[in-house]
């Protein structure tokens, strides 16, 4: 590990009594602040939605960053477990898929290294963010993202308070729901330069479908320090220990035959390689972030970043191998095993086939910001260094079909008798980002600034395939120039206008570049560096109002991709891998609106909209033939979404209500299967037994999808098409079924916290 991150963040803690400045004792009012958590105030030249701790501390303290912004414009949730326990969900935004959206903690990037994912069960506890926001058009320029052409979504960690304190929870619901949450706040020390907070959470639950139950651990940790006139640092930890059920998605033909009741057995004994204790995905991950800033002089800033990722893992499932064994890559592998596979017959042995992810990444973003007249101009740079291992082996199981080793290392996988690993998937790759931007915010009048930028980026992949085979090291080194511009008018103390356009890529992810393997000897998909990165151009129009009682938002925008990169999941050896469809052009347009009315002290009432008109406008070239696609809606992109919901909190009783509909998802690229719209309502009340100021202690309880609507709530796996398709030039395409998320059952939570002091 670098020892960039504690060093540097020491050193500055050091230096902070020596770098006291005189404060001018002027108090700043900025804007008209939203008290009721919803609709927060901005200023950016972008659409930016979010939720602050005012609605955050009505939810359920189980849910997570996903769920918490389902209300928000564009942002569709797909979550087939009711507590966010399960790795087994997706969020799109304006019709663009998980794999399309940056994922921010403290200014440090969640996303999976290896093909752009984000898993937010993994993200820090509810009771300890105090801002989680969407930023759906592109991400802003320093942020250290390769991926978001959809957007960004950032999730905020709270301070540590200014007074010593412990806060506790404690969480009973529905499928044995048992959560517990204590909190430790220093208070100011160190010449109340520092500041610092410690939780830790403990959460079990039974699956709410079939068999099985999830469990998960959690530490979240930050230390401030602030000196100065307007110096700070910070460095915030957070570690998740989880062991969770990967819920099995059903095709459309399952869901007509079995609906909810599709899923994994109870009993090896009657279920076979259905079993669900094959299905379990433990998961460790550490994430740590250290932003700083310095006040170097009254023109001239400093920001930085430092951050730390290490995550270890399995997504298993059951298989079964030959007595004879089989080909790791394009070899036989030795035909007797070193140990005996409990469960084999003359033909088949059952074991737990790995999918195994070990990761490490670091990284920094470095800017300095001058002020010289009417200008800031701000000149930075990022690094990030990543590196994967991912291996697909098998772990053999006991005679009750207990996997030997859920986690699938290599201690207990099956090997040959010279000491091989038996692998079907054996890659190692190091992905290098390297990027500088350049900005300019130039004011031109009064309440009217010009934002000119430019940021290139160079992404580099290489790596081994370490089967034996035809292929040993891979390599894709790729660029992109990425140039912007947005127009800001603060037409009032209330009232914005603006406009933006940007540019933006993603690159193919890292397992474009290899070849995978049948099992028999042979190749099943070729690995390739030609598959060309996403690109896109996309605009924005936008109007706010920001006042006392009404806050209101309308944006339009526009995209213009080219080499769109839809994400999917393919089947390979029976492993669902994630993987990608380029499906040429495609032309987005649309209007997200969202309205805040606070008619009373404690009340708001919120509503959110977005009308959403995307199209492919190139046919999809298969084999010898082309699918007719042009002209086809965009997969997982539903032309209308909305959202009711508002808050309630006289200092003695509280509540809040969220329901969100969106409508039809098309799963295939020629629109020849889809799903239909549907709606969620999740309700929550309580009642605050301390009196205003006391040290706080509540009772609340949340119905999540109250209407328990049953319903398929999302794609997880997109096809070209579903059913055999005529090209262009007359040949007989087949059809594969796409895969789909079961939504969420109706869940109860209720949850009794105090605050100790």
Same mark, same amino acid.
């Given at each position: 590990?670098?020892?960039?991150?504690?060093?540097?963040?020491?050193?500055?803690?050091?230096?902070?009594?020596?770098?006291?400045?005189?404060?001018?004792?002027?108090?700043?009012?900025?804007?008209?602040?939203?008290?009721?958590?919803?609709?927060?105030?901005?200023?950016?030249?972008?659409?930016?939605?979010?939720?602050?701790?005012?609605?955050?501390?009505?939810?359920?303290?189980?849910?997570?960053?996903? #769920?918490?912004?389902?209300?928000?414009?564009?942002?569709?949730?797909?979550?087939?477990?009711?507590?966010?326990?399960?790795?087994?969900?997706?969020?799109?935004?304006?019709?663009?898929?998980?794999?399309?959206?940056?994922?921010?903690?403290?200014?440090?990037?969640?996303?999976?290294?290896?093909?752009?994912?984000?898993?937010?069960?993994? $993200?820090?506890?509810?009771?300890?963010?105090?801002?989680? /926001?969407?930023?759906?058009?592109?991400?802003?320029?320093?942020?250290?993202?390769?991926?978001?052409?959809?957007?960004?979504?950032?999730?905020?960690?709270?301070?540590?308070?200014? +007074?010593?304190?412990?806060?506790?929870?404690?969480?009973?619901?529905?499928?044995?729901?048992?959560?517990?949450?204590?909190?430790?706040?220093?208070?100011? $020390?160190?010449?109340?330069?520092?500041?610092?907070?410690?939780?830790?959470?403990?959460?079990?639950?039974?699956?709410?479908?079939?068999?099985?139950?999830? /469990?998960?651990?959690?530490?979240?940790?930050?230390?401030?320090?602030?000196?100065?006139?307007?110096?700070?640092?910070?460095?915030?930890?957070?570690?998740?220990?989880?062991? +969770?059920?990967?819920?099995?998605?059903?095709?459309?033909?399952?869901?007509?035959?079995?609906?909810?009741?599709?899923?994994?057995?109870?009993?090896?004994?009657?279920?076979?390689?259905?079993?669900?204790?094959?299905?379990?995905?433990?998961?460790?991950?550490?994430?740590?972030?250290?932003?700083?800033?310095?006040?170097?002089?009254?023109?001239?800033?400093?920001?930085?970043?430092?951050?730390?990722?290490?995550? $270890?893992?399995?997504?298993?499932?059951?298989?079964?191998?030959?007595?004879?064994?089989?080909?790791?890559?394009?070899?036989?592998?030795?035909?007797?095993?070193?140990?005996?596979?409990?469960?084999?017959?003359?033909?088949?042995?059952?074991?737990?086939?790995?999918?195994?992810?070990?990761?490490?990444?670091?990284?920094?973003?470095?800017?300095?910001?001058?002020?010289?007249?009417?200008?800031?101009?701000?000149?930075?740079?990022?690094?990030?260094?990543?590196?994967?291992?991912?291996?697909?082996?098998?772990?053999?199981?006991?005679?009750?079909?207990?996997?030997?080793?859920?986690?699938?290392?290599?201690?207990?996988?099956?090997?040959?008798?010279?000491?091989?690993?038996?692998?079907?998937?054996?890659?190692?790759?190091?992905?290098?980002?390297?990027?500088?931007?350049?900005?300019?915010?130039?004011?031109?009048? #009064?309440?009217?600034?010009?934002?000119?930028?430019?940021?290139?980026?160079?992404?580099?992949?290489?790596?081994?395939?370490?089967?034996?085979?035809?292929?040993?090291?891979?390599?894709?080194?790729?660029?992109?120039?990425?140039?912007?511009?947005?127009?800001?008018?603060?037409?009032?103390?209330?009232?914005?206008?603006?406009?933006?356009?940007?540019?933006?890529?993603?690159?193919?992810?890292?397992?474009?570049?290899?070849?995978?393997?049948?099992?028999?000897?042979?190749?099943?998909?070729?690995?390739?560096?030609?598959?060309?990165?996403?690109?896109?151009?996309?605009?924005?129009?936008?109007?706010?109002?920001?006042?006392?009682?009404?806050?209101?938002?309308?944006?339009?925008?526009?995209?213009?991709?080219?080499?769109?990169?839809?994400?999917?999941?393919?089947?390979?050896?029976?492993?669902?891998?994630?993987?990608?469809?380029?499906?040429?052009?495609?032309?987005?347009?649309?209007?997200?609106?969202?309205?805040?009315?606070?008619?009373?002290?404690?009340?708001?009432?919120?509503?959110?909209?977005?009308?959403?008109?995307?199209?492919?406008?190139?046919?999809?070239?298969?084999?010898?033939?082309?699918?007719?696609?042009?002209?086809?809606?965009?997969? #997982?992109?539903?032309?209308?979404?909305?959202?009711?919901?508002?808050?309630?909190?006289?200092?003695?009783?509280?509540?809040?209500?969220?329901?969100?509909?969106?409508?039809?998802?098309?799963?295939?690229?020629?629109?020849?299967?889809?799903?239909?719209?549907?709606?969620?309502?999740?309700?929550?009340?309580?009642?605050? $037994?301390?009196?205003?100021?006391?040290?706080?202690?509540?009772?609340?309880?949340?119905?999540?999808?109250?209407?328990?609507?049953?319903?398929?709530?999302?794609?997880?796996?997109?096809?070209?098409?579903?059913?055999?398709?005529?090209?262009?030039?007359?040949?007989?395409?087949?059809?594969?079924?796409?895969?789909?998320?079961?939504?969420?059952?109706?869940?109860?939570?209720?949850?009794?916290?105090?605050?100790?002091?």
């Amino acid at each position: 590990m670098p020892l960039a991150l504690p060093l540097g963040f020491a050193a500055l803690i050091l230096l902070a009594p020596a770098a006291q400045a005189e404060d001018d004792g002027t108090i700043r009012v900025v804007g008209h602040p939203d008290p009721e958590g919803l609709l927060p105030d901005q200023s950016a030249p972008a659409a930016i939605s979010g939720v602050g701790v005012p609605f955050i501390t009505k939810q359920a303290p189980t849910l997570n960053a996903f #769920q918490l912004v389902n209300l928000l414009p564009g942002a569709n949730v797909s979550s087939t477990d009711p507590f966010g326990l399960s790795a087994t969900s997706s969020l799109t935004l304006r019709g663009l898929a998980q794999d399309s959206i940056g994922v921010l903690l403290e200014g440090a990037p969640q996303n999976d290294i290896g093909y752009y994912y984000a898993y937010p069960a993994q $993200f820090a506890d509810a009771e300890n963010l105090s801002e989680v /926001t969407l930023r759906p058009g592109a991400a802003a320029i320093a942020a250290p993202v390769v991926n978001a052409v959809g957007g960004v979504l950032a999730v905020t960690l709270d301070a540590p308070h200014d +007074t010593p304190g412990v806060f506790a929870d404690v969480s009973v619901g529905s499928y044995n729901e048992r959560r517990g949450f204590v909190r430790v706040d220093s208070g100011r $020390f160190a010449g109340d330069t520092l500041r610092a907070f410690l939780s830790y959470s403990n959460n079990r639950a039974d699956n709410w479908r079939g068999p099985g139950f999830d /469990t998960r651990q959690h530490i979240d940790a930050k230390i401030a320090a602030a000196w100065g006139a307007g110096n700070t640092a910070s460095l915030a930890i957070s570690y998740n220990d989880a062991n +969770t059920s990967a819920y099995a998605s059903p095709t459309l033909a399952d869901w007509q035959a079995q609906g909810r009741r599709f899923g994994h057995g109870g009993s090896y004994a009657r279920d076979g390689l259905d079993y669900w204790r094959l299905y379990r995905q433990p998961f460790r991950n550490l994430y740590a972030s250290a932003p700083v800033h310095l006040v170097l002089s009254d023109s001239l800033s400093l920001d930085s970043t430092t951050y730390v990722q290490r995550g $270890f893992g399995n997504a298993p499932y059951g298989a079964s191998i030959g007595p004879d064994g089989y080909y790791p890559g394009t070899v036989l592998g030795t035909e007797t095993l070193d140990r005996p596979v409990p469960g084999a017959t003359d033909t088949t042995r059952d074991v737990l086939a790995n999918f195994t992810g070990d990761q490490f990444r670091t990284g920094e973003v470095l800017s300095l910001t001058w002020r010289r007249g009417g200008h800031a101009l701000t000149a930075g740079a990022w690094f990030d260094r990543g590196v994967d291992h991912d291996i697909q082996s098998f772990t053999p199981l006991d005679a009750q079909g207990e996997p030997l080793d859920g986690w699938g290392k290599g201690a207990d996988a099956i090997r040959t008798d010279d000491g091989r690993l038996y692998a079907l998937m054996d890659i190692h790759t190091t992905t290098v980002t390297k990027a500088f931007f350049v900005a300019d915010s130039m004011t031109l009048a #009064q309440g009217l600034t010009l934002d000119l930028g430019f940021k290139g980026v160079n992404l580099l992949h290489s790596g081994r395939n370490l089967l034996p085979g035809t292929q040993g090291a891979v390599r894709a080194n790729r660029f992109a120039a990425l140039p912007r511009a947005a127009l800001h008018w603060q037409a009032s103390a209330r009232q914005q206008f603006f406009a933006n356009v940007t540019t933006s890529f993603r690159a193919p992810d890292q397992y474009a570049l290899y070849d995978n393997y049948d099992g028999y000897g042979g190749v099943s998909s070729t690995g390739t560096d030609r598959l060309r990165s996403e690109r896109s151009i996309a605009a924005e129009l936008g109007w706010r109002w920001q006042g006392r009682d009404l806050s209101a938002s309308v944006t339009g925008f526009g995209y213009a991709f080219r080499n769109r990169l839809v994400a999917t999941v393919a089947p390979l050896n029976g492993a669902l891998v994630n993987t990608t469809i380029n499906a040429g052009r495609q032309h987005t347009v649309g209007v997200d609106g969202e309205i805040d009315w606070r008619p009373a002290e404690g009340v708001s009432l919120y509503l959110s909209g977005e009308w959403l008109h995307a199209r492919l406008q190139d046919d999809l070239p298969v084999g010898e033939d082309v699918l007719p696609t042009r002209g086809k809606r965009a997969v #997982q992109a539903p032309e209308v979404q909305f959202g009711l919901g508002g808050t309630y909190d006289d200092t003695r009783l509280f509540g809040s209500v969220a329901l969100k509909y969106v409508g039809r998802q098309y799963a295939t690229l020629v629109n020849d299967e889809s799903i239909p719209g549907y709606a969620t309502l999740d309700v929550a009340f309580g009642v605050h $037994f301390a009196r205003p100021g006391a040290p706080r202690t509540d009772l609340r309880v949340n119905l999540i999808n109250l209407t328990d609507p049953r319903v398929l709530s999302g794609v997880e796996a997109v096809n070209a098409n579903a059913r055999d398709t005529m090209g262009r030039r007359g040949s007989l395409i087949a059809g594969s079924a796409p895969g789909y998320y079961i939504g969420a059952g109706r869940a109860v939570a209720v949850t009794l916290a105090h605050q100790f002091r």
